[in-house]
Structures are given as structure tokens and as C-alpha cells.
Nanobody
Framework: QVQLVESGGGLVEAGGSLKLSCAVS????????MGWFRQAPGKEREFVAAISWGGGSTSAADAVKDRFTISRDNAKNTLYLQMSSLKPEDTAVYYC????????????WGQGTQVTVST
């Protein structure tokens, strides 16, 4: 059974940086495109960024594309999200998941990691 464990969240001041990690087990991780999603209080979960199975292609939501970088290490079964120039509106619980060609999630969700950006 697949397990997704997100980590690296925390409290950071606006303009700061954080790096999130997602450890994947129970699947052949390198076979899947992967993505990050986030859910702010009172809002629906939204797409943040995605990366192809080999890491050669990435995409990101307009709100983050100049500030966030997605990467992966297939040898470590781990996905990353480097976040910089953080804004209060980036405050949310961040989740990782495998994604299909339309960036739709494929697996059950993990517990997520909380990112809080203060003014």
C-alpha cells in the first residue's frame, strides 16, 4: 500500500524560504509523475507544481511559478518543493501525490505538512 509522508513545513516570515520533502513507499516511485498540492483554510485543495517521472519536465501554477521549484530524487524515492519569497497567501497544508497527464492525483492522500507565512 502506498504511503506518502510530507515534511519540512513550519512557520516562516514573509519573504523567507522553506524546502518540503515527500517520502514515497509502497510503489515504484520512479514510474510516476509527481505533484504538490495545497489546501488553505476554507478553500479547496489546489495544484501547485508537477514533475515528470524522470524529472526533465516541470510545471507550476501561475501563483508560484517564479518562486517555487519542484524536484525529485528517484534513488531516494523522495519529492521536493523549494519555496522562496513566501507570501502570507502561501499559508496552507501542502500535500504530495502521483499525478496523471492532467495533474490529477492518483493515490490516497498523506497527512500533509503545514506551512504558515507570517506578515
Amino acid at each position: 500500500q502506498v504511503q506518502l509522508v510530507e515534511s519540512g513545513g513550519g512557520l516562516v516570515e514573509a519573504g523567507g524560504s522553506l524546502k518540503l520533502s515527500c517520502a514515497v513507499s509502497g510503489r515504484t516511485y520512479s514510474n510516476y509523475a509527481m505533484g504538490w498540492f495545497r489546501q488553505a483554510p476554507g478553500k479547496e485543495r489546489e495544484f501547485v507544481a508537477a514533475i515528470s517521472w524522470g524529472g526533465g519536465s516541470t510545471s507550476a501554477a501561475d501563483a508560484v511559478k517564479d518562486r517555487f521549484t519542484i524536484s525529485r530524487d528517484n534513488a531516494k524515492n523522495t519529492l521536493y518543493l523549494q519555496m522562496s519569497s513566501l507570501k502570507p497567501e502561501d499559508t496552507a497544508v501542502y500535500y504530495c501525490n502521483a499525478v496523471d497527464s492532467r495533474a490529477r492525483p492518483l493515490w490516497p492522500w498523506g497527512q500533509g505538512t503545514q506551512v504558515t507565512v507570517s506578515t
